[in-house]
């Protein structure tokens, strides 16, 4: 037996979410056992634990789409049986069990090994977050940004992919603003790397379709107004890589940062992200120095606490990472 967070939702209590025994035989059907070390509380785990959104797509489901562990068994040879793997999307805990649990029956497809200088713990303090902030900083280098091409904004600042993409960006030279509704971690914020704090009320509120240029480029958590508003202050040329909707799945924006610009949108899905992706995002987190930084932006929880820092993180009131040692 070993113990899961597990979401159910029936007629006697409605969507419910607690730590349950499990044993084997209730994990779905995969072709690697993973004895799990940690997991994460991502946004969308809060959205499955907490039933605010329709995130869920079975029941019972065990939630967590981060994980880290070692594997117990495998039916075939791309794993071995002591080896340690991570564990980011692909639809776990959502149509897939997923990783707060003690045990997790994986797809060996959506198994990468663990970066050999990377350990189980800080894998999960990076987790979908920082492996996310690094898409995005990859997807803007692409484009041709650089720390000479000027500043760059990254909104929900003090948000898991925000706070990695300030420390990414800073460790590469760049100059940063970080937008935040929390101007009171200012000095948490310039201590991971930003070099300006703005208020998020500069842009969450409806703008104008052209706005002064301030930034090269951006990176966004947030989405709704504020990614329209971040689109109209790009400088010719620069773009926007969209990773997030905090604020709201809608996009009340123009065509004219586009059109009149040049401004470049840039999707970041981390989900569905090609294997290749995966493994080049990941490589690059291992040549970061954010080992050093890990403590400053994480905080660690067990099974039992998992449910009210969903709550808590929904409302605004965790700052950076939560990491859940599954067998505390």
């Avoid at 039916?75 to 959502?94: A, I, P, R, T």
């Avoid at 706005?211 to 966004?220: N, S, Y």
């Avoid at 470049?264 to 987190?285: C, E, F, K, T, Y």
């Amino acid at each position: 037996m070993f113990k899961s967070l597990v979401i159910n939702k029936d007629d006697s209590q409605g969507y419910h979410t607690q730590v349950k025994e499990l044993n084997e035989a209730d994990l779905q059907d995969g072709d690697v056992l993973i004895k799990v070390l940690y997991s994460t509380i991502n946004y969308k785990d809060a959205l499955a634990i907490s039933g605010k959104a329709p995130v869920v797509r079975r029941f019972p489901m065990i939630p967590g789409i981060d994980l880290v562990g070692v594997v117990e068994q495998c039916d075939n040879s791309k794993f071995v049986v002591g080896q340690h793997v991570l564990l980011n999307g692909y639809g776990v805990g959502e149509k897939y069990l997923g990783g707060l649990s003690q045990k997790a029956r994986i797809n060996s497809e959506f198994l990468i090994p663990l970066p050999k200088s990377i350990t189980p713990f800080n894998a999960m303090a990076i987790g979908t977050a920082g492996y996310t902030a690094m898409l995005s900083v990859m997807a803007l280098e692409k484009q041709g940004i650089t720390p000479e091409s000027g500043s760059i904004l990254v909104t929900g600042a003090t948000g898991g992919v925000g706070s990695f993409a300030i420390r990414i960006l800073a460790e590469l030279g760049y100059s940063i603003t970080a937008s935040t509704g929390s101007t009171k971690q200012a000095a948490y914020l310039k201590q991971l790397g930003a070099n300006e704090i703005i208020d998020r009320a500069e842009l969450s509120a409806p703008g104008k379709p052209l706005m002064k240029e301030r930034w090269a480029a951006a990176i966004d958590s947030v989405g709704s107004t504020t990614l329209a508003n971040v689109c109209a202050s790009i400088n010719y040329g620069g773009c926007v890589a969209a990773c997030g909707l905090a604020q709201g799945m809608d996009f009340p924006a123009t065509v004219a940062p586009f059109i009149l610009r040049g401004v470049s949108l840039l999707g970041i899905d981390s989900v569905m992200r090609p294997q290749q992706d995966r493994l080049d995002a990941w490589a690059r987190l291992e040549k970061t120095k954010l080992a050093d930084k890990i403590s400053k932006i994480s905080t660690t929880v067990g099974l039992e606490a998992a449910i009210e820092v969903a709550d808590q993180l929904l409302a605004g009131k965790v700052t950076g990472r939560v990491v859940v040692d599954v067998n505390a």
